[in-house]
Nanobody, 126 residues
Framework: QVQLVESGGGLVQPGGSLRLSCAAS????????MGWFRQAPGKQREFLAA????????YYTDSVKGRFTVSGDIAKTTVNLEMNNLKPEDTAVYYC???????????????????WGQGTQVTVSS
């Protein structure tokens, strides 16, 4: 069982930046991708970004392209989300997730992720 722990959330002013990190409790060779999602009050969970370890391929939803950057270490135990030019509508609980699925996988779908962190709150407000 892999546990994921997010960190780095907090309160930031509009236009500011935050860096979220997610650490896995154990390295597993079956961890093929990790992703970031968020959920605002009253809204559905939303895909933000993901990284597939093989080939270091990254995926983003349109609303965060150019503002958010996903990265991770080669040991596949940590994934980061660098967030710039934050807006009030970015306020949400942010979750990281890990997927053990390898072939023909749409990593923007939350159903392909086997493990989830507990979430970290990001609040963008002046």
């Amino acid at each position: 069982q892999v546990q994921l722990v997010e960190s780095g959330g907090g309160l930031v002013q509009p236009g500011g930046s935050l860096r979220l990190s997610c650490a896995a409790s154990a390295r597993t060779s079956s961890n093929y991708a990790m992703g970031w999602f968020r959920q605002a009050p009253g809204k559905q969970r939303e895909f933000l970004a993901a990284i597939r370890w093989r080939g270091a391929v990254t995926y983003y939803t349109d609303s965060v392209k150019g503002r958010f950057t996903v990265s991770g270490d080669i040991a596949k135990t940590t994934v980061n989300l660098e967030m710039n030019n934050l807006k009030p509508e970015d306020t949400a609980v942010y979750y990281c997730a890990a997927s053990t699925l390898r072939f023909n996988v749409d990593y923007s779908r939350d159903g392909v992720y086997n493990y989830w962190g507990q979430g970290t709150q990001v609040t963008v407000s002046s």
